[in-house]
């Protein structure tokens, strides 16, 4: 695996799509851009050149229509979801035949439409993270999705903390799909035996209040702790210092009050090494479902799996807060984009694929399969979701806390950013070292990230 | 290497010092003249049985940690393996627990069916076949006849292109992979077979390492061939080839592998899952944003290692039989 990655991360070096992009982290932020200079917003939405990659094999109930290709960056039982939803589609009509091919992860799907675009055989349809696909759009590989906007079909239809980031200058790149945000989980069991508060919004010091008391109960002979961190904590950094009133960035102004900054690494410091009722672990979530640690933070996109996988009973509530409480939270997740290709004709399908998977009834259908959010604001009243609402609290804990989704500071839209705040933190939870440091290295390279970008991000109204 | 001999000299002994296990006492005195003297004695006779009753053998704290060594090494090699095979066999829960479950309580094949349908596994393992099979026999094809035209024929620029080749030996697989990507595509050979084929079969390695088995062929036998007027093909078929065969074996082995565990370049040149191969496969079945069922992954890790496992298992033996055989040359 490691290998891979390592070939993987040259791969994407040579083919001049920045050094992080390798980043396997579903929920990480784009790397640099291509350069701004190259034109996105091109007048034409066609490409002569760009031919349609290979497509699979057609079952012959869907021979004679116009198809369409969609380069998923799904793999496991996600995959499987996205793949129904795409056979329904194909029966709901009889002129398109959309396929779909699983191209891996996110990381994935950024090596293969890179290097698609250097063949010039790309697919119609692409999903990338968060502010990811910035950097096509600088490449000149995507196409607006306004002139497709209808009475039914438009921004307005979808939650719209997840709508800014798909928009460059007044133009649509990117509609919401699988949205997500952090959330956090804890064992309502081992909370509700020890008469913990459940069923709340914690505080990050009330839960390391609650260590000495967590930790009478023991675990494969240890002592059980309260929390894990991890050392790829990046995207729930955002929430821990909202949570602690601060900003890692505001506009090119790095940290700009450095008080609450320093709470939060010492704290985070603190809890690992004076208390040692948190720590760094290698994979939190096995650690949570082994019983070693009772509460982690998480995706949204991870209850579904985590609630089938735990043998105690899931607690999921808001990120914890501090000052403020409770804290806003990062948006995270992915959606769908438009390729600029050859034919005007593959556009227009690919455009009703987007719309059949942005009805109520679909987001509706694709959330309570697979964890991700409900991008649709009409989705919460279809029966299957609400009936899910009405069984399992916890989706509604997960969908309640949308209201605090925010797009994270616009040093954190870059992988290096995001690289350097887990490298800052992991150096804090694992080797305890001093917090004014760790701010003072941090602050030179998220400049640096900014720096770097100062045309692309200026291009896209920051400053 | 340095474990090989000890083994006809501990095998026996290990009755020995079972039967008297009480005198363990004198652990540090062990010097290494000591030990070689009484590991020479040892194969100096006759039957292990007479070997263990009489007193010169080597001390049993040496025996002891010689065997522990032994088993370290031999632990490092089959606890991740026995650990992957046991777990493909787990229920869901036993896979994650601490302290580890080493045995299975129930073995769930379920992993296996489920690695199976959850991914067009049938076409992946085609794939995986056609393409190791095909690439290998290509890639060692061009190895066999450009080592021997290195070795034994001449022409002008032989070191200039035998230089070129070698040099590129030095060349990592990255830098070729965008223009070798740039050039199938053009070609109109993405998401084929020859475009997850051909690319692979230039290798220098084992044009080198065949080259360097060749220059130990005697000239004489050459001579002697093309006096009896075998041509260069016949020499290269009949002679030069037999004596070279545990190296062929060799090289065909590390090549098959190779091909076999590839990832990204089968990744990035097939896009429609028909085309896929075995370790692409294997990422199908890992989720990215969610949860992971580890049974079905560890399953699927089993389907793709396992036949390359058989492979090294059979031709081993060759292997090693070849390299004594060829040796014996005179």
């Known amino acids: 695996m490691h290998d891979r990655t390592l070939t993987r991360r040259h791969l994407l070096a040579m083919l001049g799509a920045g050094a992080g992009a390798a980043a396997l982290a579903s929920c990480s932020l784009p790397t640099a851009g291509a350069g701004s200079d190259a034109g996105g917003a091109g007048s034409s939405a066609l490409r002569p050149d760009m031919k349609q990659a290979a497509l699979g094999e057609i079952p012959s109930q869907y021979r004679g229509r116009t198809n369409i290709l969609f380069w998923a960056p799904w793999t496991g039982h996600l995959f499987d979801v996205i793949a129904e939803a795409f056979t329904m589609f194909n029966d709901s009509q009889t002129d398109i035949y959309a396929a779909i091919e699983s191209v891996g992860g996110y990381a994935d799907l950024h090596t293969q439409f890179t290097a698609a675009l250097q063949a010039k055989a790309v697919p119609d349809m692409v999903c990338f993270p968060e502010l990811q696909w910035l950097q096509f759009y600088f490449a000149g590989a995507l196409a607006p999705l306004d002139p497709y906007f209808t009475d039914e079909w438009n921004l307005d239809i979808y939650l719209q903390s997840y709508v800014g980031e798909g928009r460059a200058g007044d133009e649509t790149y990117v509609v919401p799909f699988a949205r997500s945000t952090p959330i956090f989980y804890y064992n309502k069991t081992a909370f509700t035996e020890l008469g913990l508060p459940v069923d709340t919004t914690y505080t990050w010091s009330q839960l390391r209040e609650l260590g000495p008391e967590i930790a009478s109960l023991t675990s494969s002979g240890q002592p059980v702790r309260t929390f894990a961190y991890s050392a790829a904590d990046g995207w729930y950094a955002s929430s821990w210092l909202w949570a602690f009133g601060g900003a890692w960035t505001d506009g090119f102004d790095v940290m700009p009050d450095e008080g609450p900054v320093r709470d939060l690494m010492g704290f985070a410091r603190d809890w690992v090494h004076v208390d040692g009722h948190a720590y760094q672990a290698q994979a939190p979530h096995t650690d949570f479902q082994t019983g070693l640690v009772t509460a982690v933070h998480g995706s949204t996109a991870s209850m579904r799996g985590l609630t089938e996988a735990v043998d105690f009973e899931l607690g999921a509530a808001f990120m914890p807060g501090e000052v403020d409480q409770p804290p806003l939270v990062p948006t995270g997740g992915s959606g769908f984009s438009l390729v600029r290709t050859d034919s005007k004709e593959r556009q227009d399908a690919t455009a009703e694929l987007m719309k059949f998977l942005g009805t109520p009834q679909m987001s509706g259908w694709y959330h309570v399969r697979s964890g991700y959010v409900p991008v649709v604001e009409a989705a919460r009243d279809e029966p299957e979701v609400r009936e899910l609402h009405a069984t399992d609290p916890n989706f509604t804990v997960a969908i309640e806390q949308l209201a605090n989704a925010q797009t994270v500071a616009p040093a954190l839209w870059f992988q290096a950013g995001v690289q350097a705040l887990e490298k800052s933190f992991a150096s804090l939870t694992g080797d305890g070292v001093e917090v004014q440091p760790t701010i003072d290295a941090l602050r030179v390279e998220l400049e640096d990230v900014l720096e770097d970008n100062r045309d692309d991000l200026e291009a896209l109204g920051v400053s | ?330």
């Open chain 2, 1 to 330: 290497m340095t474990l090989l001999p000890t083994r006809p000299v501990a095998t026996p002994e290990r009755t020995a010092s079972t039967q008297s296990a009480e005198s363990a006492g004198s652990a540090q005195s062990a010097e290494s003249t000591q030990s070689a003297q009484s590991a020479r004695s040892a194969q100096s006779q006759p039957s292990p049985r007479e070997r263990g009753s009489r007193g010169r053998r080597r001390p049993r704290s040496l025996t002891i940690g010689l065997y522990a060594m032994l088993g370290l090494v031999l632990a490092v090699f089959a606890v991740p393996l026995y650990w992957l095979f046991s777990s493909a066999l787990k229920p869901e829960n036993e896979i994650y627990t601490f302290p580890l479950t080493w045995v299975p309580s129930s073995l769930e094949w379920g992993n296996f069916v489920e690695a199976w349908t959850s991914a067009p596994f049938g076409a992946f393992l085609r794939n995986s076949v056609i393409t190791t099979v095909v690439g290998t026999a290509l890639e060692i094809g061009v190895a066999v006849l450009s080592a021997y035209a290195v070795a034994f024929v001449r022409f002008r620029g032989k070191m200039l292109v035998f230089a070129v080749m070698v040099g590129s030996l030095m060349l990592p697989g990255h830098i070729t992979l965008l223009v070798n990507y740039i050039t199938v595509s053009s070609l109109g050979w993405l998401n084929t077979y020859q475009g997850l084929i051909l690319p692979g079969i230039g290798s220098a390695f084992a044009m080198f390492l065949l080259y360097q088995q060749m220059r130990q062929v005697p000239g004489e036998l050459v001579d002697a061939a093309s006096i009896d007027g075998a041509g260069h093909l016949r020499r290269m078929v009949s002679v030069v080839g037999p004596i070279c065969s545990p190296m062929i074996l060799t090289a065909t082995l590390i090549v098959g592998i190779g091909k076999w565990n590839d990832f990204v370049w089968p990744l990035i040149v097939t896009s429609t899952a028909d085309m896929r191969t075995l370790p692409i496969g294997l990422m199908f079945l890992r989720s990215q944003e969610g949860y992971d069922s580890w049974g079905p992954v560890m399953a699927g890790t089993v389907i793709v290692a396992a036949p390359m496992l058989v492979v090294f298992f059979l031709a081993q033996r060759r292997i090693v039989g070849g390299i004594v055989s060829g040796a014996l040359k005179g």
